[in-house]
């Protein structure tokens, strides 16, 4: 699938799961959105971490350093930004009343940054990747979501040799607190 779309249709997604997070009154129903969407928009930015901004730092900050250089800078911080909240909106009850408050900062964040991604690089690999390059990148970025983490870790490495090492190793952990949760959620009476 063309990397563009792939990305764009997962954008789309997430901001659907936030506008039903922001809506959501029931604690219960807070918790399964906030679990939906912290797998969703985890394993995105790891995807994209791994995958595509290596990538276009490597093939194109030639061209055009401002979007592939810059802006791609820019798109790591604020992936910094969303797990740091992504991660204490976790620890969070979802009865706390500062729990709306956060969400709701959470989806501006993820708004902006979606905003500038499509108008920063995915713009910019829409005019200089061909269809091919960007259907391989799209495959790569579907391959990687399978060993990618389920939960927001800020201090795992977002650039570099150690990303994907780093990511498989804390995807396995993810998984493993997951399975053990939703076993501990099936014996709650
Ligand atoms: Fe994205
Ligand atoms: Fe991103």
Same mark, same amino acid.
Request: hydrophobic fraction near 40%.
């Given at each position: 699938m063309?990397?563009?779309?792939?990305?764009?249709?997962?954008?789309?997604?997430?901001?659907?799961?936030?506008?039903?997070?922001?809506?959501?009154?029931?604690?219960?129903?807070?918790?399964?959105?906030?679990?939906?969407?912290?797998v969703?928009?985890?394993?995105?930015?790891?995807?994209?971490?791994?995958?595509l901004?290596?990538? +276009?730092? $490597? @093939?194109?900050?030639?061209?055009?350093? &401002?979007?592939?250089?810059?802006? !791609? %800078?820019?798109?790591?911080? #604020? *992936?910094?930004?969303?797990?740091?909240?992504?991660?204490e909106l976790?620890?969070?009850?979802p009865?706390?009343?500062?729990?709306?408050?956060?969400?709701? +900062?959470? $989806? @501006?964040?993820?708004?902006?940054?979606? &905003?500038?991604?499509e108008?920063? !690089? %995915?713009?910019?690999?829409? #005019? *200089?990747?061909?269809?091919?390059?960007?259907?391989?990148?799209?495959?790569?970025?579907?391959?990687?979501?399978?060993?990618?983490?389920?939960?927001?870790?800020?201090?795992l490495?977002?650039?570099?040799?150690?990303? &994907?090492?780093?990511?498989r190793?804390?995807?396995?952990?993810?998984?493993?607190?997951?399975?053990?949760r939703?076993?501990?959620?099936?014996?709650?009476?």
């Amino acid at each position: 699938m063309d990397a563009v779309e792939y990305i764009l249709g997962k954008h789309r997604e997430m901001e659907q799961l936030l506008d039903q997070l922001e809506q959501a009154e029931d604690p219960g129903r807070r918790t399964e959105l906030l679990r939906d969407l912290t797998v969703e928009l985890a394993r995105h930015m790891a995807v994209e971490e791994r995958v595509l901004f290596p990538a +276009v730092r $490597a @093939e194109l900050c030639d061209v055009d350093p &401002e979007t592939f250089g810059d802006d !791609v %800078l820019e798109n790591l911080e #604020e *992936h910094h930004v969303l797990k740091t909240i992504l991660d204490e909106l976790h620890d969070m009850d979802p009865d706390d009343e500062r729990f709306p408050a956060k969400a709701e +900062v959470l $989806a @501006e964040t993820v708004e902006h940054h979606h &905003e500038e991604e499509e108008e920063g !690089v %995915l713009a910019g690999i829409r #005019e *200089h990747w061909d269809d091919a390059r960007r259907a391989g990148i799209g495959r790569q970025l579907q391959e990687a979501e399978a060993t990618a983490p389920t939960r927001a870790h800020p201090n795992l490495p977002d650039e570099g040799r150690l990303v &994907e090492a780093s990511q498989r190793f804390a995807a396995a952990i993810d998984k493993a607190r997951d399975a053990v949760r939703d076993a501990a959620d099936t014996l709650r009476p």
